[in-house]
C-alpha cells in the first residue's frame, strides 16, 4: 500500500524561509510532486521530481531522495499570500499502463508578519 | 486555453439521493481523475478514466460510478449518499493515462443534510 506523511501545521515568520518535509513509502514509485492549495480552492501544481536532487523554480525548490523515501518543499522569502496548505502527492504506476497520484494531508502553513 | 472545468459548485442533498457531477478537461488532455477532499485531509483517489473506461479505482464503494465521454468529458455518479459523502469533489486531467502531471478543476463542494 501506500503511505505518505508530512507534518500537519506550520508556521513561519514573513521573509523567513520554510522547509515542508514528507516521508512516503509507496511500489512501483514514478515520481512526486507538490501543490499548494488556498482553502476553499483547487490544487495547484508547484513542483514534480522523478530523479534525485534540488529543483528549483523561484522562490520555490522541490528536493528528492529515493533511497530515503524523503522529500522536501522550500519556501523562500515567504509571503503572505504563502499561507495555504502544501500537499506531497507520489505518482505509482500500481497496474498495467496506468498512473496514480496518492496525496498526504496536507501541511496547513501560517505565514505571520 | 480553458482549464478543467466542473459543474456544479456547490450542491446541496439529502441522504440517500442521488448526485451527478460534471468535468470537462484541460484542452489536449484526454484521462480524467476524481478525488473526494475531506476537510482537513488530502485529496482520495476514487477512480481514473482513460478511452471511456474506468483504469484504476481507489477504495470506494459502487455507489460511485463514472463515465468518460468521446469528448473526453466526464461525470462522477453517487447514489444513496450517505452524510459522510459531504466532501470537495475533485477532477483532475492529464494526459497519457496519469503519465504527466494533473490539472484540478476548481471543485465541486456536496453537502448531504
Known amino acids: 500500500g501506500q503511505n505518505i506523511d508530512q507534518p500537519t501545521e506550520m508556521t513561519a515568520t514573513e521573509g523567513a524561509i520554510v522547509q515542508i518535509n514528507c516521508t512516503y513509502q509507496?511500489?512501483?514509485?514514478?515520481?512526486l510532486f507538490w501543490y499548494q492549495q488556498h482553502a476553499g480552492e483547487a490544487p495547484t501544481f508547484l513542483s514534480y521530481n522523478v530523479l534525485d536532487g534540488l529543483e528549483e523554480k523561484g522562490r520555490f525548490s522541490s528536493f528528492l531522495s529515493r533511497s530515503k523515501g524523503y522529500s522536501y518543499l522550500l519556501l523562500k522569502e515567504l509571503q503572505m499570500k504563502d499561507s495555504a496548505s502544501y500537499l506531497c502527492?507520489?505518482?505509482?504506476?500500481?497496474?498495467?499502463?496506468?498512473?496514480?497520484?496518492?496525496f498526504g494531508k496536507g501541511t496547513k502553513l501560517s505565514v505571520i508578519p | 486555453d480553458a482549464g478543467v472545468t466542473q459543474s456544479p459548485t456547490h450542491l446541496i442533498k439529502t441522504r440517500g439521493q442521488q448526485v451527478t457531477l460534471r468535468c470537462s478537461p484541460k484542452?489536449?488532455?484526454?484521462?480524467v481523475c476524481w478525488y473526494q477532499q475531506a476537510l482537513g485531509q488530502g485529496p482520495q483517489f476514487i477512480f481514473q478514466y482513460y478511452e471511456e473506461e474506468e483504469r484504476q479505482r481507489g477504495n470506494f464503494p459502487d455507489r460511485f460510478s463514472g463515465h468518460q465521454f468521446p469528448n473526453y468529458s466526464s461525470e462522477l455518479n453517487v447514489n444513496a449518499l450517505l452524510l459522510g459523502d459531504s466532501a470537495l469533489y475533485l477532477c483532475a486531467s492529464s494526459r497519457d493515462r496519469g503519465e504527466e502531471t494533473q490539472y484540478f478543476g476548481p471543485g465541486t463542494r456536496l453537502l448531504v443534510l
Open positions: 502527492a507520489v505518482k505509482s504506476k500500481p497496474g498495467a499502463g496506468s498512473y496514480q497520484l496518492t
Open positions: 484542452s489536449g488532455h484526454d484521462t
Open positions: 509507496t511500489s512501483g514509485f514514478n515520481g
